[in-house]
């Protein structure tokens, strides 16, 4: 079992819908992730929070939206999405630290835009 | 900009079989690399981490190495398992919280 939870895990929504993706952690760590994975191919950085700031924007376009309101918990706010979006959308944690700790994934929410 | 490669993109043993996955990057300046299994619609699933300072990792049946002046890893499974068959990426961590990740092996262990 996976110590980053992910919710929910499947999500189907209009290009005109608002809904958000949660992830939450209780390992301590101080950095979180928003990654996505189009099918078969590796993820993709989106958002990193450290110390809940970013500190990281891949140049993700506004219609994804992160907020991190406390230590534990991520969001990711989704608004006027185009199908082009559907993906695995994967949250990860770790330790805040120079030598680049692990990241522990959650299982992923499976976005599909229609 | 780091690349990452990994070669085959799929194999298929026997079980039994031990086999060896392999990853190539091209930037040395790295803290660590972390080889992942992703089972399918799964999230990923940490298996070894090696430092920068490192030069293998090993945990039951896995031994990754790790060669920073050739810019190559590689994952060893010993007596393959049906339970094995997964997506296995590599990914390498250069600092500033970010991992670039590899093309993925996707690996079928035949019962």
């Known amino acids: 079992d996976t110590e980053v939870t992910q919710t929910p895990k499947h999500l189907v929504m209009g290009m005109t819908n608002k809904k958000s993706l949660k992830c939450e952690q209780h390992?301590?760590?101080?950095?979180m992730y928003w990654y996505k994975q189009k099918a078969k191919k590796p993820p993709e950085l989106m958002f990193v929070?450290?110390?809940?700031?970013?500190?990281i924007n891949e140049s993700v376009p506004s219609r994804f939206s992160p907020e991190c309101p406390n230590s534990s918990l991520l969001n990711l706010h989704l608004h006027a999405l185009q199908p082009e979006d559907s993906a695995l959308y994967l949250c990860?944690?770790?330790?805040?630290?120079?030598?680049?700790?692990?990241?522990?994934f959650g299982n992923g929410t499976r976005l599909t835009v229609t | 900009k780091q690349e990452v490669t990994q070669i085959p993109a799929a194999l298929s043993v026997p079980e039994g079989e031990n086999l060896v996955l392999n990853c190539s990057f091209t930037?040395?300046?790295?803290?660590?690399l972390q080889w992942f299994r992703q089972d399918p619609g799964k999230g990923l699933t940490s298996l070894l981490l090696?430092?920068?300072?490192?030069r293998e990792q090993t945990s039951g049946r896995l031994n990754a190495s790790l060669d920073k002046s050739s810019g190559r890893s590689t994952l060893y499974i010993a007596a393959s398992q049906p339970g094995d068959s997964a997506t296995y990426l590599c990914?390498?961590?250069?600092?500033?919280?970010?991992?670039?990740f590899g093309t993925g092996t996707r690996l079928t262990v035949i019962p």
């Open positions: 930037d040395s300046a790295i803290y660590n």
């Open positions: 929070y450290s110390y809940e700031k970013l500190s």
């Open positions: 990914a390498l961590g250069t600092g500033a919280n970010n991992l670039f």
């Open positions: 390992m301590g760590h101080r950095a």
């Open positions: 990860a944690s770790s330790q805040v630290g120079p030598q680049g700790p692990p990241l522990h």
């Open positions: 090696i430092q920068s300072s490192q």
